[in-house]
């Protein structure tokens, strides 16, 4: 008797990578027309489509949407609407892995050893490795959602966690983008700002497992 479950299993996974691959290569291709579209277009819906699309697709790096944005629309909106959409790509992601791939993404994770450790951990203290996550530049930020995904990562954990994660990032570089029209050095200078912060953040980070290793 064939394993239905075992085949629509299997179905689930290739429909899921299809239509992440005609999207991948939709927003690839007219990645410059998207974000031009964006300068002429004030439909927030629309806006918040074109910021998921980036966030699930990363062809381009999305500070930059988000600076362009609040170039275009202010802190405000642009904050608003990029904070929307990345929270909606990165549960698309999260719910595509834990749906699609996780008892085999779950069962190579166990055979790494270091990896394995810090899976332990995160399962422990979710919302905190989420946070964290998130509030570091360097992290790329589908891996984090796929990692969630696979993992025993509550749900509503991973969406209040990201949702707030987000948002300081997303808020600085929307200012920044906004700042650009009056003052391109205010910008670099936010710019720089930020990524000083944030690298002094995590060099304190790595200085602080090393001690309790």
Not at 2 to 26: E, I, M, N, Q, S
Not at 90 to 97: R, S
Not at 112 to 124: C, V
Not at 129 to 151: F, S
Request: aromatic share 16%; hydrophobic share 55%.
């Amino acid at each position: 008797m064939p394993d239905l479950k075992g085949a629509f299993g299997d179905l689930r996974k290739w429909l899921w990578l299809l239509l992440y691959v005609l999207l991948a290569g939709v927003t690839f291709i007219y990645r410059y027309e998207l974000l031009a579209w964006t300068d002429q277009n004030q439909s927030i819906p629309l806006l918040i489509i074109i910021a998921m699309l980036f966030a699930l697709v990363p062809v381009i790096p999305y500070k930059f949407v988000i600076a362009a944005l609040g170039y275009s629309y202010g802190t405000t909106t642009a904050a608003w609407v990029c904070w929307v959409g990345t929270t909606l790509a990165a549960l698309l992601v999260y719910a595509g892995a834990r749906y699609a791939f996780r008892n085999q993404a779950r069962a190579y994770l166990d055979r790494i050893r270091g990896l394995s450790r810090f899976t332990t951990w995160m399962e422990a203290h979710p919302f905190m490795g989420i946070m964290t996550l998130r509030l570091l530049p360097i992290v790329p930020q589908t891996a984090v959602n796929i990692y969630a995904g696979i993992t025993y990562t509550p749900f509503w954990v991973f969406m209040v966690a990201t949702a707030i994660g987000k948002m300081p990032a997303i808020l600085i570089f929307a200012y920044a983008g906004a700042q650009a029209e009056t003052s391109i050095w205010a910008s670099l200078l936010i710019f720089v700002g930020y990524f000083a912060i944030m690298g002094f953040v995590l060099l304190l980070f790595r200085v602080r497992s090393r001690k309790k290793t």
